[in-house]
């Protein structure tokens, strides 16, 4: 099946610092999704992308949907101590009906 | 309103016991999943239902079966429980359209003895 490679898999940050992590595919995408989760939660929808070159903000996350359409990006800026859990990156490409291909999922720690 | 909701939170069986996992939405959504988690793998598609009648068969469904009740609920059955079935077991749900978000319930935190 298709897979979808994340970077970092796990990331120790300073409060305050600026993260970045990123989704690739083997495949092209015609749809972005970027989920976090918290222990023992189920995931929760951040930011969703549609189109090649879009960026899109929600609050203090920032994610693009990259041009070649087999990535995409998600930073998140002047982090936060709340901002710990796994990042999940979700594609969705064109045959696969309403199914989405998810990553392995980035680990992020915040240190005070 | 509140969202999506699985029952129940944590079960623990022994090896070829059955059981039945419980979702139901509240958003109206047309398509329902039901996913597993392992550590290190991510999220894997078990069944879905694009709408109400209808269900197909995802990544990993071997040992599974679901039933789509009605429009709200969307039920995962395990005939006989096995160890390789130790997992986190989340049900989501979409709303029609172009939009491919996925909604996701809290979780069955699931462990096979």
């Not at chain 2, 029952?7 to 419980?22: A, E, Y």
Request: charged share 15%; glycine share 10%; net charge positive.
């Amino acid at each position: 099946g298709q897979q979808l490679n994340q970077s970092p898999q796990s990331m120790f940050i300073q409060e305050g610092e600026d993260v970045s992590m990123n989704c690739t595919s083997s495949s092209i995408f015609n749809t972005w999704l970027w989920y976090k989760q918290d222990p023992g939660e189920g995931p929760v929808l951040l930011i969703a992308l549609y189109k090649a070159g879009e960026l899109t903000s929600n609050g203090r996350l920032t994610a693009q949907f990259g041009i070649t359409r087999k990535d995409s990006f998600l930073n998140i800026s002047a982090s936060i101590p709340s901002d710990v859990g796994i990042y999940f990156c979700a594609g969705r490409n064109t045959g696969t009906a309403s199914k989405l291909t998810f990553g392995t999922g980035t680990r992020l720690q915040v240190t005070l | 309103n509140a969202g999506v909701t699985q029952t129940p939170k944590f079960q623990v069986l022994k090896t070829g016991q059955s059981m039945t996992l419980q979702c139901a939405q509240d958003m109206n959504h047309n398509s329902m999943y039901w996913y597993r988690q392992d550590p290190g793998m991510g999220l894997r598609l078990i069944y879905y239902s694009a709408s109400e009648g209808t269900t197909d068969k995802g990544e990993v469904p071997n040992g599974y079966n679901v039933s789509r009740l009605n429009k709200r609920e969307f039920s995962l059955r395990l005939e006989s429980a096995a160890p390789s079935q130790t997992s986190v077991y989340f049900c989501a749900s979409r709303r029609v359209g172009d939009s491919y978000e996925q909604y996701f319930g809290p979780g069955t935190r699931l462990t096979v003895t």
